[in-house]
């Protein structure tokens, strides 16, 4: 399955925990990917993210021609060392704007498994509180078995 989406991962004892940043184009979606790597991700895809499943694990991996390479926009693409594979444990959607300061947890579907689902605050920082989410692995508490 190929979405319209950037995904950014953070390694943790040698494993790649990655979010899904979707949206329609001009979101913002590349903006806070390149973000989230000035914070430490690493870049998994851009644009366009290849979404299977193996072993009841959602695995992210950029299409080859997307590979190594972001767009910074009014620049163009930049290359950027990338993690070729890794597991997707959240979904950020920028097209969304979360209803209230602290809302309930919120799920998505993706490929018949279940993870959280994230929308853009209202305001303040958003690259580093989905940084904070990520290293922070604020999505363990936010498991599956709660949905």
Known sequence: MVVH???????????????VISGASGSGKSSLAL???????????????????????VLARAPGPLRGLIEWHGVGLLPATTLPVARVVAWM?????????????????VLG??????????????????????????????GADSA
Not at 104 to 109: G, I, S, Y
Not at 116 to 135: D, K, N
Request: aromatic fraction near 8%.
């Open 35 to 57: 973000e989230l790597m000035a914070l430490g991700a690493r870049l998994v895809s851009d644009d366009q993210t290849v979404l299977s499943v193996e072993r009841d694990t």
């Open 113 to 142: 498994l279940s993870m959280p689902y994230l929308r853009r605050p209202g305001s303040g920082p958003v690259a580093a509180g989905l940084h904070q989410y990520m290293i922070g692995r604020a999505w363990e508490r936010h």
């Open 93 to 109: 959607d920028m097209d969304q704007t979360a209803p209230t300061r602290l809302p309930e947890q919120a799920w998505t579907t």
């Open 5 to 19: 989406a950037s995904t950014v991962a953070y390694q943790q004892a040698g494993n790649a925990f990655a979010v």
